[in-house]
C-alpha cells in the first residue's frame, strides 16, 4: 500500500499536500454516521483519514451500502471477503460502477486508487456525498440538501408564435428615442 512507495518530491508533494488539506474530518464523520445508521454496522464514526480509510478500504461495507440503497445492484457473489488487495480493490470498483447507476455522475466518482492508496480521500467524500443525496429516491434517509427535480414545461405552436413577437424587458426598447443631440467630451480645437 501507500507505505511501501517512495516519497514524493517536488511539485508532487506539493500537490499530494493540497488534496490532503482539503480533507474535512467533519463531513468523513457525518458520511460514516450515514453509513452506519443505513448499513448497522458497528464501526466507528470518527472522522479522521486513518480511520476513515480503515473502514472502507476493503470495498466491503461500500458494496453493503449500494445493495441496501438498490437491492441486487451488486451480487452477493461479486463481493470478495479475499484478503488479497486486487480483491479488495475489485469491491471498491463495485462499488463505483453501483453508485454511477444509482445516478452518482462520472465527475463526482473517485478512482480506485484514491482510496486504496488515500491518495484523494476527498474525493471518496465527495462520491459518497453525492450519493448520500440521493438515497431519498431509493426511500432511504438521505443526507445534504435535497436535489432539484425537473420541472419539464411544453408549450403548443401557438404559444410559442404568441411569445415571437414579444420584446423582452432585458433587452430594451428605443421607441420614440434618438441619438441626436448626444455630444461626448468637448469639440477638438486646432
Not at 470495498?59 to 440503497?69: A, E, M
Amino acid at each position: 500500500m501507500a507505505e511501501n512507495r517512495a516519497l514524493k518530491s517536488g511539485f508532487a508533494a506539493e500537490a499530494h499536500n493540497k488534496i490532503k488539506s482539503k480533507y474535512d474530518p467533519q463531513l468523513a464523520f457525518e458520511l460514516l454516521q450515514w453509513i452506519k445508521d443505513l448499513t448497522n454496522e458497528d464501526i466507528d464514526a470518527d472522522g479522521d483519514s486513518k480511520n476513515f480509510h480503515a473502514i472502507l478500504c476493503d470495498g466491503k461495507i461500500l458494496c453493503k451500502l449500494i445493495n441496501i440503497l438498490q437491492p441486487g445492484t451488486i451480487p452477493e457473489k461479486k463481493i470478495n471477503d479475499s484478503k488479497l488487495a486486487f480483491k479488495k480493490m475489485e469491491n471498491i470498483n463495485h462499488f463505483l460502477e453501483g453508485a454511477q447507476k444509482l445516478g452518482v455522475p462520472s465527475e463526482e466518482i473517485f478512482q480506485t486508487v484514491d482510496l486504496w492508496e488515500q491518495q484523494n480521500l476527498t474525493a471518496v467524500c465527495i462520491c459518497l456525498q453525492s450519493l448520500a443525496r440521493k438515497a431519498h429516491k431509493y426511500g432511504h434517509k438521505s443526507l445534504g440538501p435535497k436535489e432539484a427535480e425537473p420541472n419539464i414545461r411544453t408549450f403548443s405552436e401557438e404559444q410559442l408564435k404568441a411569445g415571437e413577437g414579444v420584446i423582452g424587458l432585458q433587452y430594451g426598447t428605443n421607441k420614440g428615442a434618438t441619438a441626436s443631440g448626444i455630444v461626448f467630451g468637448n469639440t477638438r480645437h486646432m
